[in-house]
């Protein structure tokens, strides 16, 4: 089955212990990103991946990090996690950046920080 | 910077009513839009594309329109049912200057509620 998923779905910690939330997608897409939702504020792009080494920032990249050494995973990285990290937190892929494709969103990962 | 807005942001029909959900966008310089819904704790399933070259799409009971000019979509569900229930996004996506990238902008989302 074609689908992304993301790990942990669920993730209490405490300020300042590194985290990773990890994403992986099975469809050989090329183009991967993290949003975060928050109440008033909508989706919005935390950074993007256009293939196997090439990442760039989002709107909102303060405080994150990702790799992308393999086509198929995505990870994001909390180094120090606040408070005002706390968000659900989705990935997305898809076929290619360019503009034309539907995006498959992962299940969501939901991030507390204390 | 494209902003994208979603009116009203609930709504509620008895079942078997028509719905009709707005977006409107302020950047016309889109390579798509997209409508996804979303129920409460799971992730976004896509429902319809459009491409900015095309004025609609249809997916059974779905139909979505486009109009660049005017910078607006509208999502019509035909028949509501009870498991239509559920909040609705629409999403502008915009090329980056050179580097192509497929960012989504999103509005705040139409939660709509179908009452049998």
């Known amino acids: 089955e074609a689908q992304v998923t993301q790990n942990p779905r669920y993730l209490i910690t405490v300020t300042g212990k590194k985290l990773t939330v990890t994403c992986s997608q099975n469809m050989n897409h090329e183009y991967m990103s993290w949003y975060r939702q928050d109440p008033g504020l909508g989706l919005r792009q935390i950074y993007y991946s256009m293939n196997v080494e090439v990442t760039d920032k989002g709107d909102v990249p303060e405080g994150y990090k990702v790799s992308r050494k393999e086509k198929r995973n995505f990870p994001l990285i909390l180094e120090s996690p606040s408070p005002n990290q706390t968000s659900l937190y989705f990935c997305a892929s898809s076929t290619t950046g360019g503009g034309t494709d539907t995006q498959y969103f992962g299940p969501g990962t939901r991030l507390t920080v204390l | 910077k494209q902003e994208v807005t979603q009116i009203p942001a609930a709504l509620s029909v008895p079942e078997g009513e028509n719905l009709v959900l707005n977006c409107s966008f302020t950047d016309s310089a889109i390579y798509n839009l997209q409508w996804f819904r979303q129920d409460p704790g799971k992730g976004l399933t896509s429902l319809l594309l459009i491409q900015s070259s095309q004025r609609e799409q249809t997916s059974g009971r779905l139909n979505a329109s486009l109009d660049k000019s005017s910078g607006r979509s509208t999502l019509y569900i035909a028949a509501s049912q009870p498991g239509d229930s559920a909040t609705y996004l629409c999403?502008?996506?915009?090329?980056?200057?050179?580097?192509?990238?497929?960012?989504?902008?999103f509005g705040g989302g139409t939660r709509v509620l179908v009452k049998p």
């Open positions: 999403a502008a996506s915009e090329s980056y200057i050179k580097a192509a990238g497929n960012k989504l902008t």
